[in-house]
């Protein structure tokens, strides 16, 4: 895996996510795609491939939930 | 998961302008109302990630509409006001005029905007009021479910156009923007949309711009935001993404309209809006040249700081109730008091009853309605039976008759027949009888110094002849008072409700 393309992570809250799959599209290195299983709500919540993510930040700000994607990002030591 | 990792660290994350619990809802107390993939979701979120980059939180207050975004002040910790639908601007320009330091949002649907409040927005803006207005542009009626909005593009199936808009009967797509750029005023005027993630960041950037405008107090910004409402339009939200981006900026082109942002300058609110205290001066009101002109020069007395006298006149029309309010209002005026007089202009002041309503306040006065007095005058009995059920409780009534009706005698309220009209006939005239009760009051309570009436009748009486028969039915109305105090035993005066 590419050093610099990893350098991120996004946490999703399965319970709070829509499903809406803004997210999913926006990600430019399309790290995130909807789950197959269904929250409490009925919605099938976003997830990270666990990869690849850049902490671009772009997925948080076209998600229409407050707390429903949160972006970190590897600390460089 | 990740947030376990200790060498990660967030870079994005739930803003703290969000309630930490959104009280409303049972259960998900973290989700909002919206449906999924609603661009009022995105504005909101962009909003409060302004007010925290700006550091306004303290100091915002969001007035939110009718339409879905209704519930913002469920989600934003900030001051918040909901409002009647389309009087957002109306509400936003009295609360920033009222609390100048405050950053006034009105968030705004094209519903709510652009039909029902087409006045006040235009107005608003037309009055450079330094106010930030968020208007959510989804060219459709989201709430109530999809009727057609004056925004809705040509062609657009609606419930209310089940064959689309054709112009020769809706006529056009309401541009906002560029009506609102024909007028002087507006300060900064922007059309930006959730169509992609880069309209999306330049969403976020337009929004802290226009607050940012009213933190340097210039003035009315109003940033207009095409909106997906995947729900209404019947399409998934990546389709209702694509549709804003690629059909809705067709008929509404994105855009700068106003910038006057480097030129603007700021506003002096806190100059420009008087002190409520000063009103006397402005309007004029200051103390009364009457008759002679003599009382011009008497200074006012000192008011009582905790007066807060709410009265009620009423009688049937032709009795002097307005009058009388008037002669109080103008009385407490030049004692030094806040006044307020309002009089009931309806249907009822032909023969029926007519009444007004009177504050005398040593502080500002919030509402010039009395709906729960402490001082009832009522010139007749109808007038005593429709106010007495509102009257605080030891609060004191005058009544035009020599007795009090039995039933009315336990009301709580210490009822003092005065025979106004009576006395004021063997005084040459029926018609001084207001003036009668006035000085039946002021002798009860003593509330405005005999200075201050003076100067009140000096104002407001312009004939001679009425003058002097004034002056004799107040001191005739006093004496009646005295009369009654000096026979405590009447029972009419009673105020143990165990007599009535
Ligand atoms: C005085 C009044 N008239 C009509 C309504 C009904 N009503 C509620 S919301 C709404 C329109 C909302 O549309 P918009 O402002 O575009 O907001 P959206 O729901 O699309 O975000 C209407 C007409 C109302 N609540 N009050
Ligand atoms: S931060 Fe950027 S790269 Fe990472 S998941 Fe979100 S959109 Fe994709
Ligand atoms: S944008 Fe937000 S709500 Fe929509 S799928 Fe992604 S995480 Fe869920
Ligand atoms: S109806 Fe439309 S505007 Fe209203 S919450 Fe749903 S998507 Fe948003």
Redesign the pocket.
């Known amino acids: 895996m590419d050093e610099a393309r990893d350098r991120g992570a996004v946490a999703i809250d399965r319970d709070e996510c829509k499903g809406c799959g803004l997210c999913v599209e926006a990600c430019p290195p399309r790290v995130l795609r909807l789950s197959g299983e269904l929250n409490h709500c009925g919605y099938h919540p976003a997830e990270y491939l666990g990869a690849g993510c850049t902490a671009c930040g772009i997925c948080y700000y076209v998600c229409p939930e407050p707390g429903g994607i949160t972006v970190l990002r590897r600390q460089v030591a | 998961m990740a947030s376990d990792t200790p060498a990660m660290a967030v870079v994005h994350g739930r803003s703290p302008i969000f309630y930490r619990r959104f009280d409303r809802k049972d259960d998900d107390q973290h989700q909002t109302h919206y449906c999924p993939g609603c661009g009022?979701g995105i504005v909101t979120k962009l909003l409060a990630e302004a007010i925290d980059t700006l550091g306004i939180q303290d100091r915002t207050i969001l007035v939110s509409?009718?339409?879905?975004?209704v519930f913002g002040y469920e989600y934003l910790d900030v001051g918040n006001i909901q409002v009647?639908?389309g009087r957002g601007p109306a509400v936003a320009t009295a609360v920033k005029r009222s609390r100048p330091d405050s950053i006034v949002v009105s968030y705004?649907?094209?519903?709510?905007l652009a039909a029902?409040g087409t006045a006040e927005i235009v107005h608003a803006a037309n009055r450079g009021e330094t106010v930030s207005v968020i208007f959510?542009n989804?060219a459709?009626?989201?709430?109530?479910g999809g009727q057609m909005?004056p925004t809705t593009l040509l062609g657009e199936k609606t419930t209310t156009t089940p064959r689309g808009r054709d112009p020769a009967v809706h006529g056009y797509p309401l541009k906002v923007c560029e009506l609102l750029a024909t007028l002087e005023a507006p300060v900064f005027l922007e059309r930006v949309a959730l169509g992609s993630n880069k309209q999306i960041m330049a969403t976020g950037r337009a929004l802290r711009r226009a607050l940012e405008n009213q933190v340097h107090g210039l003035g009315f910004s109003l940033v207009e935001v095409l909106s997906p409402?995947p729900t209404i339009w019947g399409l998934d939200p990546a389709e209702a993404q694509t549709f804003v981006r690629e059909t809705m900026t067709r008929t509404f082109p994105l855009g700068n309209f106003r910038d006057r942002s480097a030129s603007a300058v700021p506003q002096r609110l806190a100059v420009t809006v008087p002190d409520l205290g000063e009103l006397p001066r402005i309007l004029g009101l200051g103390p009364a040249s009457g008759v002679d002109g003599a009382s011009d020069t008497v200074a006012p007395a000192s008011p009582v700081p905790t007066a807060d006298h709410r009265i009620v006149v009423a009688g049937f029309g032709g009795q002097g109730v307005l009058l009388l309010g008037e002669f109080l209002a103008e009385a407490g005026l030049s004692a030094g008091y806040h006044v307020s007089w309002l009089p009931s202009y309806g249907p009822q002041m032909r023969s029926g009853t007519s009444n007004c309503h009177v504050r005398i306040s040593a502080v500002p006065i919030d509402s010039p309605v009395v709906s729960r007095p402490n001082v009832l005058i009522a010139l007749n009995e109808p007038a005593l039976r429709k106010f007495l059920p509102s009257m605080e409780p030891g609060g004191l009534v005058l009544y035009n008759a020599d007795s009090v009706p039995v039933d009315c005698a336990g009301s709580g309220a210490g009822i003092t027949p005065i025979a106004s009209t009576a006395i004021a006939d063997r005084l040459g005239s029926a018609k001084v009888g207001n003036v009668v009760m006035l000085g039946a009051l002021l002798e009860a309570t003593g509330m405005l110094p005999d200075s201050a009436l003076e100067r009140a009748l000096h104002r407001l009486v312009t004939r001679e002849r009425w003058y002097e028969l004034d002056r004799a039915a107040l001191q005739a109305g006093r004496a009646a008072v005295r009369r009654m105090t000096a026979a405590p035993a009447e029972p009419s005066l009673a105020q143990d409700p165990a007599m009535g």
């Not at chain 2, 705004?108 to 709510?112: L, R, V």
């Not at chain 2, 459709?140 to 109530?144: A, E, Q």
């Open positions: 009022h509409p009718v339409g879905c975004s009647a639908h705004q649907g094209d519903g709510d029902i959510v989804n459709i009626y989201g709430m109530t909005a409402c």
